[in-house]
Nanobody
Framework: QLRLSESGGGLVQAGDSLTLSCTASEGDFSDFALGWFRQAPGEDREYVGAITRVYDFTYYRDSVKGRFTISRDLAKNTLYLQMTNLQPEDTAMYYC???????????????????WGQGTQVTVSS
């Protein structure tokens, strides 16, 4: 079992930076690959990026490459999403998720994830 909780969202202006955190109150992050997803109003939840279960390889959707960075601190059982140069189109509820999958190709798929946080809102004004 894994309980996830996101924090760090807020209202920022275009061009600003923000770092989201996702902490596991139960379970051990080292047993999971971790992902970030986001959902804008009226839209489907979409993949943002992920970090693998071992070696901490990271992958991102094209629109955030070079702007967002995923990392994790296993000692703190915390996952991070560092976001820079935020744009209004980044406005969404951001969710962290965890999967026991070993397959890199599955990490962009919502269905691969077994555990989800409740989300944290990021709003970017122009």
């Amino acid at each position: 079992q894994l309980r996830l909780s996101e924090s760090g969202g807020g209202l920022v202006q275009a061009g600003d930076s923000l770092t989201l955190s996702c902490t596991a109150s139960e379970g051990d992050f080292s047993d999971f690959a971790l992902g970030w997803f986001r959902q804008a109003p009226g839209e489907d939840r979409e993949y943002v990026g992920a970090i693998t279960r071992v070696y901490d390889f990271t992958y991102y959707r094209d629109s955030v490459k070079g702007r967002f960075t995923i990392s994790r601190d296993l000692a703190k059982n915390t996952l991070y999403l560092q976001m820079t140069n935020l744009q209004p189109e980044d406005t969404a509820m951001y969710y962290c998720a965890a999967t026991t999958s070993w397959y890199i190709n599955s990490l962009s798929q919502r269905s691969a994830y077994d555990y989800w946080g409740q989300g944290t809102q990021v709003t970017v004004s122009s």
